[in-house]
């Protein structure tokens, strides 16, 4: 069965500072690998996905995310953070059975710092 | 364009007591949907799915059942509500015949405390 791991469950970094979360799947074919975002009280909403060709990937809000074969990963990162981004982040992998449901990380709560 | 609609956003309920929570989808047919749950620091965890009407399938043994009575309305159900019940639950759905690789769109969540 799939399953995703985020290893950190809080970060905290300074405004302006780089973001890195960390990803780690299991999955026994070609996964395909998303990171939402859910603010504080809401859904979640998308900021990218992977699905094939490059492994560098662009998403909303100046995301983007590496997805390592050789690794299992797919971290998440952004060159400056914004007092906005404080949220917590969840990666998932969505896998081809009934249903199509996705499997999701734990999440990542990032907290950031004026 | 489609929407999700979850209602209520917040709901306080005693032990015992019956819950319904409702999810509607708007400008799309016969979408697959999805109830989730995610318990105060941990992550989303699936609870039931459905690919049509009168189709539930449930991912974990639990308190709680999921019926689909029309197209576009899901909605999430307990006879008698636990302390573990509390969480925040969210509806989402995916378009019929999307391949499973499109992403999830979700609802707003409903946060259910359980006294």
């Known amino acids: 069965a799939q399953s995703v791991t985020q290893p950190d469950i809080h970060i905290t970094v300074s405004e302006g500072a780089s973001l890195e979360l960390r990803c780690n799947y299991s999955?026994?074919?070609?996964?395909?690998l998303f990171w939402y975002v859910q603010s504080p009280g809401q859904g979640l909403q998308l900021l990218l996905k992977y699905f094939s060709g490059d492994t560098l990937v662009q998403g909303i809000k100046g995301f983007e995310a590496e997805f390592k074969r050789s690794q299992s990963s797919f971290n998440l990162r952004k060159p400056s953070v914004h007092w906005s981004d404080a949220a917590e982040y969840f990666c998932a992998v969505a896998s081809n059975n009934a249903g199509n449901m996705l499997t999701f990380g734990g999440g990542t709560r990032l907290m950031v710092k004026p | 364009s489609q929407t999700i609609h979850q209602w209520p956003a917040t709901l306080v309920q005693p032990v015992g007591s019956p819950l319904s929570l409702e999810c509607t989808v708007e400008?799309?047919?016969?979408?697959?949907l999805y109830w989730y749950r995610q318990a105060a620091g941990r992550g989303l965890q699936l609870l039931f799915y459905s690919v049509g009407i009168g189709q539930i399938s449930s991912e974990v043994p639990q308190n709680l059942s999921a019926s689909r009575p029309q197209d576009r309305q899901f909605i999430l159900s307990s006879k008698k509500l636990l302390l573990s019940d509390s969480g925040f639950y969210l509806c989402?759905?995916?378009?019929?015949?999307?391949?499973?690789?499109?992403?999830?769109?979700f609802g707003n969540g409903t946060r259910l405390t359980v006294t």
């Open positions: 989402a759905w995916r378009g019929q015949g999307s391949s499973y690789n499109s992403p999830l769109h």
């Open positions: 999955y026994g074919a070609t996964p395909y």
């Open positions: 400008g799309t047919s016969n979408p697959n």
